[in-house]
C-alpha cells in the first residue's frame, strides 16, 4: 500500500512538473490525475470505488470539466441499462430459475471430466440469456460444479481444472451477447460514441465470440488433461431434480419477464425503444404484486454492485475528460505511429498488441478500456475506420486475455476456494492464451467484419 502512495506521488508530480510537448496545461493535469488513481487501483491502497470518486473530485476542483460532464453517465441509457441488468440478475437468481436450467443440462450431458468442460461453455453461454452479468452466472454454475466436484471422486488436479473453466469460459462466451457482460460490453458500445442496437451486438462478436470460446476450451482440455477417475452420479442429480418439483410461480413469472425482455431488446430496430428502458421496465414489472412480487426493496441495495457502477462511472469520465482537455489526441500521437497503416491486418495487430501490453500494466480490464479505448477510436478515426473497429479490438484484448488473476475480475474471483485453483494454474494457461487472443484479434475478427462491412 505504501508502495503504491509513494508511486502515485512520484508520477503524478512527474507528469505535473515535466514539460510534455504537444500536451496542453489542462491535459497535463488530466494525465496527472488519472495516473494517480490508475496507482491507487493497482495497489488497491484504498477500495476501487473510492479512488474513482477522489479522481472525478480532482477533474471538477482543478477545472478540468465541468459536474455535469464527469457525472454524464447518470443521464445516458447505458449506466441505467447495467443497473437493470443487475437486478434482473438477481431475479433470475432469486427466483431459482438459472439454476434449474443449469440442473437441466448438467443431469443430460454431464457423463465424464470432458463433457463438464464442455458444459462450462455451453451453460456459460445459455444462462447469459437469463442473467446479464458474469459474476452471478460464474458463481451460480461454481456452486453446482462443486457438488458434482465432491460426489464423482475428483481428485484436486481435475478439480481445479474444472473450477479454472467454469471462469475462464465465462470470459469467453460474455462476449457474445450485449448483455453477456452488462458492464464491460455496454461501456464498449459507450466508448465508441456510436448506437447500437441489442441484435447489432452479435452482429459483429457472436462469431469471434463463439470462435474465441471453441478455441479457449480446446487450449484448456489440451493443457489440462484428465489425471483420475471420474464417476459422475447422475441419479443424485435426478434427485436432487425431483425435490425441485415442477415450475414454481414465481419461476414462471421470472422466466416470462426475461422473455419478453429478450423479444423487445431482438426487435428494438422496430420499435425503438432503448435496451436499456425496456429492462428498467422489467425490473419494475419484477416488483410490482400480483404480476410480478419477485424483486423487493432489499435487492436494491444487495442485488446491485454500487462499487462496480462507481468505476464504470470513473472509467467513462476519464474518456469524456481526456477528450476534451486534448489527452486522448495526445496519448494517440504519442503512442502510436503518426500515420495508422492502411492495411486492417497490421491496424488490428499493433492496436491489439499495444492494448494487451498496456492491460499487462494496469490490470483492470475496465481501467485499461477507458484510458486505451477513447485515443485508439480518435486514431481509428484519422484513417477513416468506423469508430466500432478500434472499440471492438480493445475490448476484445482486455475481456479474454490475461496472465495473472488479478489482469481479469473473473479470473480473480474464482481464484482460491471459491474456483479451487490457483495462481499458477492461471499462469498455465494465461501464457498461451496471449496466442489464442492473437488469433481471435487479427485473422478471425477483422476477417469477419470485412465481410459485414464494418472495415
Not at 464527469?70 to 449506466?79: A, K, Y
Not at 466508448?191 to 480446446?218: C, H, N, Q, R, T
Not at 476456494?417 to 499458477?424: D, F, I, L, N, V
Request: glycine letters at 8%.
Amino acid at each position: 500500500m505504501l508502495v503504491g502512495v509513494l508511486l502515485s506521488i512520484v508520477l503524478s508530480t512527474v507528469v505535473w512538473f515535466v514539460p510534455l510537448p504537444g500536451l496542453s496545461p489542462a491535459g497535463k493535469k488530466t494525465l496527472a490525475v488519472t495516473l494517480f488513481t490508475v496507482v491507487w487501483w493497482i495497489f488497491n491502497v484504498i477500495p476501487p470505488a473510492y479512488s474513482t470518486l477522489m479522481m472525478l473530485l480532482g477533474y471538477i476542483l482543478l477545472g478540468l470539466a465541468a459536474p455535469e460532464a464527469v457525472f454524464q453517465i447518470w443521464t445516458l441509457p447505458l449506466m441505467w441499462l447495467i443497473i437493470a441488468s443487475f437486478l434482473i440478475a438477481a431475479a433470475v437468481t432469486k427466483s431459482g430459475l438459472a439454476e434449474r436450467v443449469a440442473i437441466f443440462f448438467i443431469i443430460r450431458y454431464a457423463s465424464s471430466y470432458r463433457s463438464l468442460i464442455v458444459l462450462t461453455y455451453v451453460l456459460g453461454f445459455v444462462l447469459s440469456f437469463l442473467i446479464p452479468h458474469p459474476f452471478p452466472r460464474a458463481l451460480l454454475l461454481m456452486s453446482l460444479m462443486r457438488v458434482i466436484i465432491q460426489k464423482s471422486g475428483m481428485n484436486a488436479v481435475d478439480a481445479a481444472s474444472v473450477g479454472l473453466s467454469v471462469f475462464v469460459a465465462t470470459t469467453a462466451t460474455s462476449t457474445i451477447l450485449l448483455t453477456g457482460d452488462s458492464t464491460l460490453n455496454i461501456a464498449t458500445v459507450g466508448f465508441s460514441g456510436l448506437s447500437l442496437g441489442w441484435l447489432d451486438w452479435p452482429k459483429y462478436m457472436a462469431v469471434p465470440g463463439i470462435l474465441a470460446s471453441l478455441l479457449m476450451m480446446s487450449l484448456h482440455l489440451t493443457l489440462f488433461r484428465q489425471t483420475g477417475p471420474v464417476h459422475i452420479d447422475r441419479s443424485a442429480l435426478m434427485v436432487e431434480q425431483q425435490k425441485r418439483g415442477s415450475m414454481t410461480r414465481v419461476e414462471v413469472v421470472t422466466l416470462l419477464w426475461v422473455t419478453l425482455a429478450l423479444l423487445l431488446w431482438s426487435t428494438d430496430s422496430l420499435h425503438g425503444i432503448d435496451p436499456a428502458w425496456v429492462a428498467l421496465t422489467v425490473v419494475v414489472g419484477l416488483s410490482i404484486p400480483k404480476i410480478g412480487d419477485v424483486l423487493d426493496a432489499k435487492d436494491l441495495s444487495s442485488g446491485i454492485n454500487w462499487p462496480i457502477l462507481f468505476f464504470v462511472m470513473g472509467a467513462m469520465a476519464i474518456g469524456t475528460v481526456g477528450k476534451s482537455t486534448g489527452l486522448a489526441d495526445w496519448l494517440a500521437g504519442t503512442l502510436m505511429p503518426a500515420v495508422p497503416p492502411e492495411n486492417p491486418y497490421a491496424f488490428a495487430a499493433l492496436v491489439g498488441g499495444a492494448t494487451m501490453m498496456i492491460h499487462m500494466v494496469l490490470g483492470s480490464a475496465l481501467a485499461c478500456i477507458s484510458i486505451v479505448a477513447p485515443p485508439m477510436v480518435h486514431y481509428a478515426a484519422s484513417a477513416g475506420w468506423s469508430p466500432l473497429f478500434p472499440a471492438l479490438l480493445v475490448y476484445t484484448a482486455v475481456a479474454i486475455h490475461y496472465v495473472f488473476p488479478f489482469q481479469q475480475v473473473i479470473i480473480l474471483l474464482g481464484q482460491g476456494e471459491t474456483g479451487g485453483y490457483s495462481t499458477r494454474h492461471v499462469l498455465k494457461y494465461g501464457i498461451p492464451l496471449t496466442v489464442v487472443t492473437l488469433i481471435i484479434l487479427i485473422p478471425i475478427e477483422v476477417t469477419w467484419w470485412i465481410i459485414l462491412g464494418l472495415i
